[in-house]
């Protein structure tokens, strides 16, 4: 495991983020609903701590976390219908850039050590950033078909904002 330097995350600055994201849900759920995530937990939250929006930076890349968290529960995509695709603009003020070498240096950690099947890292950085303040961390998928941005609800601040635009039923 990697040589996560915990106390760097108390000397990162973050950085402001603006774009749509995508984020595939249950029909049966609100799109910014987080509840789902704080029963289950997942790569990026510790079951019942608290919950977080996975959402993507691309439509393709949502689809394809769907089609990975379908695959690792023994499932098809079509078993976890009916499922909507939203699109959700984000305007945040203090994001953990995952995506940035620089960051991932000053952190300890490498891509490979955080896109691969066992997700204790990832929520270990989690919970450092959480408790940091952060509103997001983006990173890059555990699919390696793009990024996703990982939303705290609970760490927001009153000038951030996330919107639900658009949705479309993908199954």
């Excluded at 849900?25 to 079951?47: C, E, F, H, I, M």
């Excluded at 603009?89 to 891509?111: P, Y």
């Excluded at 983006?138 to 919107?163: H, M, N, Q, Y």
């Amino acid at each position: 495991m990697a040589s996560l330097q915990r106390r760097a995350f108390r000397d990162l600055q973050g950085k402001a983020f603006a774009a749509v994201v995508h984020r595939h849900v249950s029909s049966q759920y609100d799109a910014l609903d987080s509840s789902g995530s704080l029963k289950t937990g997942g790569r990026w939250n510790p079951q019942g701590e608290y919950g977080v929006l996975y959402t993507a930076l691309n439509e393709e890349t949502a689809v394809a976390e769907l089609e990975r968290l379908a695959e690792r529960q023994g499932l098809t995509s079509d078993d976890l219908a009916p499922r909507d695709l939203v699109s959700i603009e984000v305007s945040l003020s203090k994001i953990l850039d995952l995506t940035d070498n620089r960051i991932m240096q000053q952190i300890g950690i490498r891509e490979n050590e955080i896109v691969g099947n066992d997700p204790a890292l990832c929520l270990e950085i989690s919970r450092l950033a959480h408790r940091a303040g952060f509103e997001a961390i983006l990173a890059p998928s555990a699919t390696k078909k793009g990024s996703i941005l990982v939303v705290f609800p609970d760490r927001l601040r009153p000038t951030s904002r996330l919107e639900a635009i658009r949705t479309k039923k993908i199954l």
